[in-house]
């Protein structure tokens, strides 16, 4: 199974979820090879809920993903935490529904939730947590204690970072903090448009349903990151073409 860990299905947040749009996600998705993702829509978006009301209404739900006529698009957020920091949390739709009324008083920035009470309510249930983009300089996660972090799943080798910082220096740079913290590593491209789609994913050993299956192969070390040869020139693309278009939804707001 080849998986994105790290994906938006909104160009921005200022936007309204599109179906078309997100369709256009999965196409491309296909595409270029991969068999599932995992939406990772920020949890302060605009409109969070409307993504679910209309995923409801057009696919069915099966384990803890939407079912896109074979393709797999597991159900997650991105949450930011007080003390800076990103956190991926992947599992059941209604879990994270849950978890996303919990948060409704955190959605500002002088608002966001601690970091060791997320964890404590994404404790609750069985998300996959990932720290996301942990050595980004905005928004790192080096700043948090060891032994919060190990409560964590794995963490983010990210494709927005590697553009911006160079493939080997930041691949380098996160598998060492990431050893440091002894937690593994996966992929996420941070894609807000499609083209953006491809240029990192993971290869797993065989096909999850769950996020408790994810895990366990994350855990296992079934798995291998792929970094595409053409990355540079696929975010490079996706940061015009989302720059554009974005100006354009802005504008008829």
């Known amino acids: 199974m080849k998986i994105d860990f790290h994906t938006h299905v909104k160009?921005?947040?200022r936007v309204d979820f599109d179906r078309t749009f997100f369709e256009e996600m999965v196409l491309n998705a296909r595409e270029v090879g991969l068999d599932a993702l995992a939406m990772t829509e920020h949890?302060?978006?605009n409109r969070f809920y409307d993504i679910y009301e209309q995923l409801d209404q057009r696919f069915e739900y099966k384990g803890n993903y939407y079912d896109v006529d074979g393709f797999k698009v597991f159900t997650?957020?991105?949450?930011?935490?007080?003390?800076?920091g990103h956190i991926l949390f992947i599992g059941h739709r209604d879990d994270l529904l849950y978890t996303r009324n919990q948060l409704e008083d955190h959605t500002t920035k002088d608002t966001f939730i601690p970091f060791a009470e997320l964890l404590q309510i994404g404790e609750s249930f069985d998300f996959l947590k990932i720290g996301a983009h942990p050595l980004r300089s905005t928004t790192p996660l080096t700043q948090h204690a060891v032994d919060q972090l190990q409560r964590l799943d794995a963490f983010d080798l990210n494709g927005k970072d590697l553009f911006e910082h160079g493939i080997e220096t930041m691949e380098r740079n996160v598998l060492a903090f990431a050893e440091s913290i002894s937690r593994p590593v996966v992929c996420g491209s941070d894609s807000h448009h499609p083209i953006h789609l491809g240029a990192?994913?993971?290869?797993?050993?065989h096909q999850c349903e769950t996020a408790s299956e994810l895990k366990k192969v994350i855990q296992e070390g079934s798995y291998t990151r792929v970094i595409s040869?053409?990355?540079?020139?696929?975010?490079a693309a996706a940061k015009i073409v989302k720059k554009q278009m974005?100006?354009?939804?802005?504008?008829?707001?």
């Not at 974005?246 to 707001?253: F, G, S």
């Open 229 to 235: 040869p053409v990355l540079k020139t696929k975010i």
């Open 43 to 45: 949890f302060n978006t």
């Open 11 to 13: 160009l921005a947040k």
């Open 76 to 84: 997650g957020m991105e949450i930011d935490v007080r003390e800076v």
């Open 200 to 205: 990192v994913h993971n290869q797993f050993s």
């Open 246 to 253: 974005k100006e354009e939804l802005i504008a008829k707001m």
